[in-house]
T-cell receptor, first 111, second 115 residues
Framework: QKEVEQNSGPLSVPEGAIASLNCTYS??????FFWYRQYSGKSPELIMS????GDKEDGRFTAQLNKASQYVSLLIRDSQPSDSATYLC???????????FGTGTRLLVSP | DAGVTQSPTHLIKTRGQHVTLRCSPI?????VSWYQQVLGQGPQFIFQ???????GRGNFPDRFSARQFPNYSSELNVNALLLGDSALYLC??????????????FGPGTRLLVL
């Protein structure tokens, strides 16, 4: 079992729709969770971080964390073609610990 | 403020050669981490350094080594290159101030091709 699992996609949504990206993790010691966006040929760019159970909103993005279910999600409202990218879910045990990444979900937003 | 910088951006080497990749962290960040990302996969952790000391090492062979300098910049060295070392090598820096909430910011990466 991989430590962080994501559906590789592609997830296809029309412009203006809500994109829902999901991630599960196996290490119950994980404390911090991150969503990175990676455009083709580029490096990962931090979108959201979340540390506590519940929702965290930032503009069009909402991250959700459920530690009991070991589940993290990212909602993108009013999806735009420029949101088309691979979204990487990552976790750490906190402090100066390594990021453990999933394989990423490719999102395609069609005009 | 400038973000994380890495050099070179691209590199082509042949099997058996050695390579050195360089990284400068965000100003004020004292921790640097290195990751390898092969096509279609998420980044895999190689090393983490804080205040010039190795804080963590991933599951990579001894051909991989790194160090951090007094100015917090870092080098990743790979000896005896193999075809499988072809990947995007990412450097990330993070701040020490909020240890429980460390966030890693990535540089643009070095794309290494081994022929």
């Amino acid at each position: 079992q991989k430590e962080v699992e994501q559906n590789s996609g592609p997830l296809s949504v029309p412009e203006g729709a809500i994109a829902s990206l999901n991630c599960t993790y196996s290490d119950r010691g994980s404390q911090s969770f991150f969503w990175y966006r990676q455009y083709s040929g580029k490096s990962p760019e931090l979108i959201m971080s979340i540390y506590s159970n519940g929702d965290k909103e930032d503009g069009r993005f909402t991250a959700q964390l459920n530690k009991a279910s070991q589940y993290v999600s990212l909602l993108i409202r009013d999806s735009q073609p420029s949101d088309s990218a691979t979204y990487l879910c990552a976790s750490t045990r906190g402090g100066f610990q390594k990021l453990v990444f999933g394989t990423g979900t490719r999102l395609l937003v069609s005009p | 403020d400038a973000g994380v910088t890495q050099s070179p951006t691209h590199l082509i080497k042949t099997r058996g050669q050695h390579v050195t990749l360089r990284c400068s962290p965000i100003s004020g960040h004292k921790s640097v981490s290195w990751y390898q990302q092969v096509l279609g996969q998420g980044p895999q952790f190689i090393f983490q350094y804080y205040e010039k000391e190795e804080r963590g090492r991933g599951n990579f062979p001894d051909r991989f080594s790194a160090r951090q300098f007094p100015n917090y910049s870092s080098e990743l060295n790979v000896n005896a290159l193999l075809l499988g070392d072809s990947a995007l090598y990412l450097c990330a820096s993070s701040s020490v101030r909020d240890r429980g909430r460390e966030t890693q910011y990535f540089g643009p990466g070095t794309r290494l091709l081994v022929l």
